[in-house]
């Protein structure tokens, strides 16, 4: 099946068409139980809690070769690539990438762009860039375009439902590895969280950035009282939202009221482009964050750091450490992804090819084909559905 208009693949020959014509797509959920020093924990931040993590997993294939996927989302995320994003592709020119996104965005319209059908959307079109990348015999950060060789990461978890113990473990152990800044959850208990993040700087000490996340969990007023707290008394330089990223005004008036050296951000339920624009817009955030396994992949994540170049404001990615090493080292804007916990283990066992963590930033390696992944066997035992169109 091509897409409506795109006889032999966006005006490409028919016969250099049908040499990256897309033959088969696959895909696999991994649901896989979230662990502290590899025993099983449940995790809390502060408006959500879970006990495991589940990762949607597409390959697809063109010319020989195979490109690779993943959004962090629903296992109903494999219903939507097997009944609406896979039929559109196959037969396709796997080159034609933005042909391709706009056609899955357009085939998503009576279903809902937002949430997990802009995570299926994802995948897809990550696995289309790495094949793109494959089929080209070059890496995926060549074919994007390098800014920088490597980006920095911070260490992500710090959980509410950690004891101060587990939290001076974690964070401390990150600033051991050289991780130059650490990010903490909060906003579960708010009359806790000023000894909480006092126990994360004690354990990190004075020369790593100490960054807090309170997923929304916060009033207006709360959030500024505990803005000055945490500037005054620990030196926080990032609070992420302080109040729901829904509420524009609020985020806005954090950046206007809030101590001067502490950047608000949110941006990590930006699914659409507007979603982006709004934020910005609004002037509600100091950087933008975006999630490329929920944001449209490649296409969505290069768009978003668009819309951070035409306003000025820096980008940084959210989770997703292995993609986001190179989508993060290929535009302009990017000052670091976030390193989380949870997948920074989940990643290293589903595939081969991670990027090196050296001297707290995560080098992408241009000798690799596409994104440098490939999906091993080793997380067999977490697989709990799959399904494949050849």
């Known amino acids: 099946m091509t897409v409506a208009g795109d006889r032999d693949g966006a005006g490409r020959s028919g016969s250099a068409a049908a040499d990256t014509a897309i033959r088969a797509v696959r895909a696999r959920v991994y649901v896989v139980p979230t ?16 006990d495991s993590t589940t990762v949607l997993v597409v390959e697809i294939d063109a010319g020989g070769r195979t490109g690779l996927g993943y959004a962090y989302t629903s296992s109903t995320g494999l219903g939507l690539v ?31 762009w937002r949430g997990i059908a802009a995570s299926a959307i994802s995948a897809m ?23 920088r060789d490597r980006i920095m990461v911070y260490g992500s978890g710090g959980f509410t439902s950690y004891s101060d113990e587990q939290l001076r473990e974690q964070l401390g152990g990150w600033a051991e590895q050289g ?18 993040v ?88 100091d950087t933008l964050q975006a999630d490329a396994t929920r944001c449209g992949g490649v296409t969505g994540f290069l768009n978003a750091a668009e819309q951070c170049i035409a306003w000025g404001v ?46 707290g930033c995560l080098v992408p390696d241009p000798s690799r084909p596409g994104l440098g992944l490939e999906l091993t066997d080793r997380g067999e035992e977490y697989r709990t559905a799959s399904w494949e169109w050849d």
């Open 82 to 112: 097997r009944d609406v994003l896979a039929p559109l592709v196959t037969g396709a020119d796997a080159m034609s990438t933005p042909r391709l996104f706009w056609g899955m965005a357009r085939a998503v319209r009576n279903i809902g």
């Open 198 to 285: 006092r126990t994360a700087r004690e354990a990190i000490g004075d020369d790593v950035q100490l960054f807090v996340d309170a997923n929304g969990a916060y009033s207006r007023k709360q959030a500024l009282g505990m803005a000055e707290l945490f500037w005054h008394e620990d030196r926080v330089t990032w609070f992420e939202e302080p109040v729901s990223s829904d509420d524009l005004d609020g985020l806005r008036l954090m950046r206007d009221r809030g101590p001067g050296g502490m950047q608000i951000a949110a941006g990590e339920y930006g699914y659409m482009p507007a979603d982006f624009r709004l934020l910005l817009t609004a002037g509600a955030v």
């Open 314 to 359: 820096p980008l940084s990615a959210h989770c997703a450490p292995a993609l986001h090493a190179v989508l993060t080292a290929s535009v302009e804007p990017g000052v670091h992804v976030e390193y989380f916990h949870d997948h920074a283990l989940i990643e290293p066992l589903l595939f081969d090819g991670t990027p090196d963590l050296v001297d």
């Open 35 to 50: 662990t502290f020093d590899g025993e099983p924990m449940n995790e809390s931040d502060g408006t959500a809690k879970w």
């Open 179 to 196: 991780i130059h800044a650490v990010k903490m959850k909060i906003g579960t208990d708010a009359a806790a969280d000023p000894s909480r």
């Open 125 to 147: 079109d990550v696995a289309l860039h790495d094949l793109k990348a494959k089929l080209l015999d070059v890496s995926l950060l060549q074919l994007l375009g390098a800014s």
